[in-house]
């Protein structure tokens, strides 16, 4: 398969090549809106647009949307300039990437797109979240740490609120792995403790010969329908793993010790190479500490941490996972895709969503179900967030024209911080013109000593 690569700097090109052909992609090179018209005329192919050119690949973006409205188009970031997601994706980019480019993050998005246009039933349409999106700086280190997981066999926990994407991380260090394996997913308290036990190391009487052989005392056995076995090679990822009965944590803990058991059909011990990964919520330290979890089992299980930072820390994804919920959501109900109006996904990009992904979803949901636009509205976002109960926007005990003025106050400074006290770039984020935006900031008393003290903070933690 080919695809057109729009503005990749020169220093950049072979090591892009080598990445997009570990994808099994042929790469086309471009280096303006004039050369890929060219080229797409000859052949239509999905265009990769490098943001690092700025206010040009976003102007190429649009050219293209214009001139060539069935080409699939996505993104590579630049990471100095955050604010060319949300104009890649109002410009009506797919998706976005990081740079270094992930061979499997750009197949899976070309799948994905491609089944779309086909019509077929898609994963996304179930809520299912298998991109490991990293343009922020708090995923930085994420990225970084799940490839390192990813090259070894060693235990992994991935700790973070629910809905931050536990299992998304243990896929992508799943994903690592040189051959093909099973990524088997248990969730701990779904089970009753002889429920679990069974589905984890499988229903068996005695193995011929056990009683013969004395070490077979010491080594568990897993019988060919349990769980355990179908992840040999592969990743086990355990949920709720406090969930566990004692005796369940103590039968893993030997067996992630010894990395072999007895193969409950024949007696034959088997190699256990599986890597286990465990979903934590930020409290489970504190079950270890309680002895709700057995520490030896922990000990065997973090051998690498991994810590996800919620989503109201990570502000710069929210853009790229917003769209990429909203073209499922479309393609679910067969609709052609939507877009977020370059307010509304500031608006996305402000909100706590002390939900995280799911919470975001929902309110997409509603979105999409409630208005007819094909490019989605500020107002319209906020009309669905309000239905959602106020889990985002409470008001209590203020009239709503307070609750408005509270609001549109801490929206627009939340847009300069974000904008580093640019009122010109905050506007445009806003979809004002800036001489407005002056006007609110006086009636809002959202003073000129305020965007100093934004600047002064970011060129003290940001610079």
Known sequence: ??????????????????????AALEVLWADSTAGALAKLQRRDMPVLLDLSRGAAAIR????????????????????????????????????????????SR???????????QRGRRLRAQAGVWDDLYCLSPSMHDVSARTVQAGLLRAGVVVRGESGTGRRVVARAIHAHQPQPARFVAVDCAAFDSTGLERELFGGFGAAPGADADPLALDRERVSRSSRLYDAIGGTCYLRNLAAASARVQARLARLLCRREALLAETGEPIVMDVRPVAGIDPHFDQAVREGRVRDDLYRRLSAIRIDLPPLRNRREDIPAIANYFLRGICASRKVAPKTLSRPALSLMAALPWRGNAPELREVLEAVAGSSDETCISLEAVLGSVRLEGGSVLSAARRTLRQAHVQFEREYIATMLEQHRGSVSDAARALGIERTNLYRKLRRLRVDGAAVAGIRKYHSRHIA
């Open 60 to 103: 190429t973006a649009r050219d293209l949307r214009i001139r060539r409205a069935r080409t699939l188009m996505f993104a590579v970031a630049d990471m100095r300039r955050p604010d060319l997601t949300n104009e890649a994706v109002v410009s009506g980019v797919a998706d976005v990437f990081a740079r270094p480019l992930g061979p």
């Open 106 to 116: 750009v197949v899976n998005a070309l799948e994905r797109e491609g089944a779309q």
């Open 1 to 22: 398969m080919q695809i057109l690569y729009i503005g990749c700097p020169p220093s950049e090109r072979a090591e892009a090549g080598r990445l997009l052909a570990a």
